[in-house]
T-cell receptor, first 109, second 112 residues
């Protein structure tokens, strides 16, 4: 599976959009980009995933660049409850999720 | 909504004890997984199962075993708990052929 690079931490003001970047320059054609988040002392929560098209659901939007070497998770109106560690994962056909260190997002009032 | 539950949120055991961690999912998922999460090491896969009575080793199976007698239940067993098995244990499940894994709330195990 391709490796990912994310900033260690980010801050965002409550009510503003949070844009979390992820680099995955070695991604293969059949690998998906997944985003999870983990709120302190809880299990990881699935957010969204995509292959090459941009995706949107009730939680977030995922923007994948045309060359697929990077992506951005967008939380359109961040709330204090969105404070968490966000993991970007690139995953192929095997079955284990390789979680890196992630980005610690702090939403501030 | 997919629901994955784990038998305990917090557990304290003594060195040498046999420990059972239970995981149950209610969405008829074929695949189930056990991970442990430690600071600075991320999530590491211990064991996974593609079907009832099937199991596969993950990256760090030493000191652990698993049991999958029913589709909805996947148990992690520490035959003789040691202090280096103090960790957060996470169970996950997914549909066969679907990559999205859904996680339980985790069990924080302390081995004294």
């Amino acid at each position: 599976d391709a490796k990912t690079t994310q900033p260690t931490s980010m801050d965002c003001a409550e009510g503003r959009a949070a844009n979390l970047p992820c680099n995955h320059s070695t991604i293969s054609g059949n690998e998906y980009v997944y985003w999870y988040r983990q709120i302190h002392s809880q299990g990881p929560q699935y957010i969204i995933h995509g292959l090459k098209n941009n995706e949107t659901n009730e939680m977030a939007s995922l923007i994948i660049t045309e060359d697929r070497k990077s992506s951005t998770l967008i939380l359109p109106h961040a709330t204090l409850r969105d404070t968490a560690v966000y993991y970007c994962i690139v995953k192929g056909n095997n079955n284990d999720m390789r979680f890196g260190a992630g980005t610690r997002l702090t939403v501030k009032p | 909504d997919v629901k994955v539950t784990q038998s305990s949120r917090y557990l304290v055991k003594r060195t040498g004890e046999k420990v059972f961690l239970e995981c149950v999912q209610d969405m008829d998922h074929e695949n189930m997984f056990w991970y442990r999460q430690d600071p600075g090491l991320g999530l590491r896969l211990i064991y996974f199962s593609y079907d009832v009575k099937m199991k596969e080793k993950g990256d760090i199976p030493e000191g652990y075993s698993v049991s999958r007698e029913k589709k909805e239940r996947f148990s992690l067993i520490l035959e003789s708990a040691s202090t280096n098995q103090t960790s957060m244990y996470l169970c996950a499940s997914s549909l066969r052929g679907r990559e999205t894994q859904y996680f339980g709330p985790g069990t924080r195990l302390l081995v004294l």
